[in-house]
């Protein structure tokens, strides 16, 4: 069983800053990629950035330039370094990994219970 567990989440003025870090535990061998996904009410999961295991970065369009993904490999941890937040930033950010519980093991999609970020005008 694999467990990711999320933290940094909170309550911050537009033009804050928050960092976000998502743990994974359990029965892991490798991780391929990560990233963060995020779902304000009333509207879908959306992706927000991702991560390679070798540290290429991809961005959504609305974070480009504030948002910054970065992750530790020997911690299996991902971090979400978000700058200059705007009130539609806010939202439940999840983290998502992509893990084998073995070396010949198809990767499959583990989730975090997801965070709560929201952002006061």
């Known amino acids: 069983q694999v467990q990711l567990v999320e933290s940094g989440g909170g309550l911050v003025q537009a033009g804050g800053s928050l960092r976000l870090s998502c743990a994974a535990s359990?029965?892991?061998?490798?991780?391929?990629?990560m990233g963060w996904y995020r779902q304000a009410p009333g509207k879908e999961r959306e992706f927000v950035a991702g991560?390679?295991?070798?540290?290429?970065?991809n961005y959504a369009d609305s974070v480009k330039g504030r948002f910054t993904i970065s992750r530790d490999n020997a911690k299996n941890t991902v971090y979400l370094q978000m700058n200059s937040l705007k009130p539609e930033d806010t939202a439940v950010y999840y983290c998502?990994?992509?893990?084998?519980?073995?070396?010949?093991?198809?990767?499959?999609?583990?989730w975090g219970q997801g965070t709560q970020v929201t952002v006061s005008s």
């Open positions: 998502n990994a992509q893990v084998r519980r073995t070396a010949v093991a198809l990767p499959f999609a583990s």
């Open positions: 359990g029965s892991i061998f490798s991780i391929d990629a």
């Open positions: 991560i390679t295991r070798g540290g290429s970065a």
